[in-house]
Every structure is written in structure tokens, then in C-alpha cells.
């Protein structure tokens, strides 16, 4: 409760700060004594500082009134991204300032599980280093990537950047970098930047779909992002439309840009792992749908009005107010999104037609990699902390690992 409780406070002074202790007490409905006791601690381990504001007194004490905010310099922590045609690297501060970045180009979907760690750790270390903090001074490291993570364990049980499945990634890295790693999805690292900097701010309930090779779905309920057993997050693309009896399929394989790609002109001789020219076929998809071209423009209408299907259901589970969507080029085009919301509207129950805008997002890699420090920020948010920093999590710790 204490570690919760933390967090609370951790979280109403990045979201609102500078705050007061009462404007911190009215956003946790904690009690004067439970903020007063937690802010002392904060002050005293330098997670937070104090801004004395001399204009704005406190009616009660005929005082300056002192707000609180996060002390930038109280940690270091790195975000990864893995797509399957690049690595991007992020130092942040403790408000999840980027310090530093690194990005690498490579079509990783060809090397083992391995080879990518050890790509990872490199581009880390690299990333560290040309931001000029030393690696003992980092906190700790959350990678994001596509698929359905065991948040947990750190085991990708599938991802398009594996090969195979189940890879234990997260002990992969911990074993490199002598220090806990964070692995969930991408599709919860951009959902938790957009609460953090972006659409969904002032929001604790939205979800996120994100339309690349793979279709993420990020769900936030009350402020904390959804997650099955194991820490499993969903992975929208393998939602069934149909039963299999009746010629049904899963929704990733009509409404992905691999299926887009499929049912338009998909590159010869299976050079369709070439991600050059696979970006080059994506955007001839959507430059002859722009010219009129039947063909493409069904093909992206398909997909379109197969999304519409899915989030019209999504909403009427969750009723959320916002659905944001995002990815590359082809879920901007409007041949994908005006089906979209054609079949949402015609879908959704009366009752709910008011209640979700659907917003469009323009995502950077700083977003994802934003996010995946955000990640690991919430994490030490609640950690215990001590003036020597947070204690490591045992559970994402590999069996009989220490710390030196």
C-alpha cells in the first residue's frame, strides 16, 4: 500500500506539478498526513525538489506557498524500440526528458534473438555514452517491441521480429546489462506516452490502435494500462472476425500492411522481408488509391472497414472517450479511415454513437522510445527508493542472478 500510495503522489506531481500538498491531496484523495509523509521522503531521497511560489500565499499560514515538482536529475533510464527494419535508443531524465539518441537501421527480423540482444546492448551502451552518463548511473531499461509480451517475465511469446516464439528477451538483456529490463508491447509504450505527453493527457481511460506489420491495441482503464494474465498484452491483429466455420480469419490478416500489400501487388520473389522494398510497395499502394485505382483502393477500404468492425466492438466494451489510431503511412490514408469510421458510426449502438472520438496520430520514434522510458519511470515511481536509488525488482531478475 505504501508503494501504491507512492506512486500516487509520484504520478500527481509529474502530471500536475508544480502542485501543492493539497492540490496533490485532492487528485490522490489521500489524507493531508499520508501526502505530508510521503512528499518528506521524496524531498529527502531528491526524487522531488520545491519551487517556492512568493506571489501565491496560503490563506491559512499568511505564507509564500511551496509546490512541488520532480527533480529531472534524480535518475537516468533508457527506452528501446525494435521494428523490424530499425533499433532506436533513448536516454531520458526522471520526467522522461530524451538526453540522448541513437538509431540503427537493420532488418532484425533476420537475426536470432541473440544477435538482436547483442545489437541492443550495443546500441545502449552507445547511446549512454555519447549522452555522457556513465551505465552504473542508469536505472533501468524497457524495450518495446510488437506482439503478444508477457510484461512479467520479459518473454516475447510472439512477435514479427522473432523468428521463433516464447524468446526470453528481457533475461537476454538483464544478463548483458547487469541491471532489471522492462519488455512489453510497442502498442503499450505509445499508449503510455500519449498519457504521458501527448492526445490522452488530461484522460485515464482511451485506447490506442497501431497499424504497421503488426496491429497493437493499447488499453488504458483508470489510469493503468490493461493487461491479462502474466502481464500478456493483447494483440489486436489476432482478434477473430468469424468463426472458422463459417470462412472466418483473424483480423491481422485483412487489416495489416502486410495484408494491404497482399491484396494489391506484393513484391516478387519474396523479397517482401526487404524492408526498402516493401516501403517502396506500400507507397505505391497508396499513391495509385490516390489516383483512383479500384484496385487499391478496395484493398485499403477492406482493411478499413475490418478495423471499423473491431474498434466498433472495442468502444461498446470499453466506452472510452477517445480512440487514437496510428503507424505509418497507411493508417493516414483516408481510403483506410473513412471506411473506418463509415462502419464504426453504423455499428456502434445508439447509446454509445456520441461517446469516442476517434484522433488520428502522427507517431516519431521519439514517441515509442518516450514511451518505453515512461515505462520504466512508472516502475520506479513505486519502487522503494532509498538515497542509494531503487532496489531492483526481483521477479525480472534471471534465476540466481546478483547485483555487484
Not at 115 to 124: N, S
Not at 195 to 210: E, I, M, T
Not at 372 to 393: H, I, K, V
Request: charged content about 20%; aromatic content about 4%; overall charge neutral.
Amino acid at each position: 500500500m505504501r508503494a501504491i500510495n507512492r506512486f500516487h503522489v509520484m504520478d500527481a506531481i509529474r502530471r500536475y506539478g508544480p502542485v501543492s500538498r493539497v492540490e496533490i491531496c485532492a487528485h490522490t484523495q489521500l489524507s493531508p498526513t499520508t501526502v505530508s509523509a510521503i512528499t518528506a521522503a521524496l524531498l529527502d531521497d531528491r526524487l522531488i525538489s520545491s519551487l517556492q511560489i512568493g506571489a501565491l500565499r496560503d490563506a491559512s499560514r499568511g505564507r509564500p506557498r511551496v509546490m512541488l515538482q520532480l527533480n529531472p536529475d534524480a535518475a537516468r533510464v533508457v527506452g528501446v524500440r525494435l521494428a523490424p527494419d530499425q533499433i532506436t535508443v533513448a536516454v531520458t531524465d526522471f520526467c522522461a526528458t530524451i538526453l540522448g539518441k541513437v538509431s540503427l537501421p537493420i532488418r532484425i527480423r533476420r537475426q536470432t534473438p541473440v544477435v538482436i540482444a547483442d545489437l541492443v546492448e550495443d546500441g545502449i551502451r552507445r547511446c549512454v555514452s555519447d549522452a555522457k552518463i556513465e551505465m552504473k548511473d542508469i536505472a533501468g531499461v524497457c524495450v518495446g517491441l510488437p506482439g503478444v509480451i508477457a510484461n512479467t517475465t520479459g518473454v516475447c511469446r510472439q512477435s514479427p521480429i522473432f523468428a521463433e516464439r516464447d524468446v526470453a528477451f528481457g533475461e537476454l538483456l538483464t544478463r548483458r546489462l547487469g541491471m532489471a529490463v522492462l519488455v512489453d508491447s510497442d502498442a503499450n509504450l505509445v499508449s503510455l506516452a500519449e498519457h504521458w505527453f501527448g492526445q490522452a493527457r488530461d484522460l485515464n481511460d482511451f485506447l490506442v490502435v497501431s497499424v504497421e506489420r503488426s496491429l497493437g491495441l493499447g488499453i488504458l482503464h483508470k489510469g493503468e494500462l490493461f493487461r491479462g494474465a502474466n502481464g500478456l498484452s493483447p494483440d489486436l491483429g489476432d482478434l477473430m472476425l468469424r468463426g472458422q466455420g463459417s470462412g472466418g480469419t483473424r483480423l491481422g490478416d485483412i487489416a495489416s500492411e502486410d495484408s494491404v500489400l497482399a491484396d494489391t501487388d506484393p513484391p516478387p520473389n519474396g523479397e517482401g522481408e526487404d524492408f526498402y522494398v516493401r516501403d517502396r510497395a506500400l507507397a505505391q499502394v497508396l499513391r495509385r488509391a490516390e489516383a483512383g485505382e479500384a484496385k487499391y483502393v478496395r484493398a485499403l477500404a477492406t482493411a478499413g472497414e475490418a478495423l471499423g468492425f473491431a474498434i466498433a466492438n472495442l468502444i461498446t466494451l470499453f466506452a472510452p472517450p477517445k480512440v487514437l489510431i496510428g503507424g505509418r503511412a497507411v493508417a493516414k490514408s483516408q481510403h483506410l479511415l473513412t471506411p473506418l469510421r463509415r462502419t464504426v458510426a453504423a455499428l456502434l449502438p445508439a447509446s454509445l454513437a456520441d461517446v469516442a472520438d476517434i484522433v488520428v496520430r502522427d507517431w516519431s520514434e521519439d514517441t515509442w522510445v518516450q514511451g518505453a522510458a515512461a515505462m520504466m519511470l512508472s516502475e520506479l515511481y513505486g519502487a522503494p527508493w532509498s538515497t542509494t536509488g531503487p532496489t531492483p525488482s526481483r521477479e525480472r531478475l534471471p534465476t540466481g542472478w546478483e547485483p555487484t
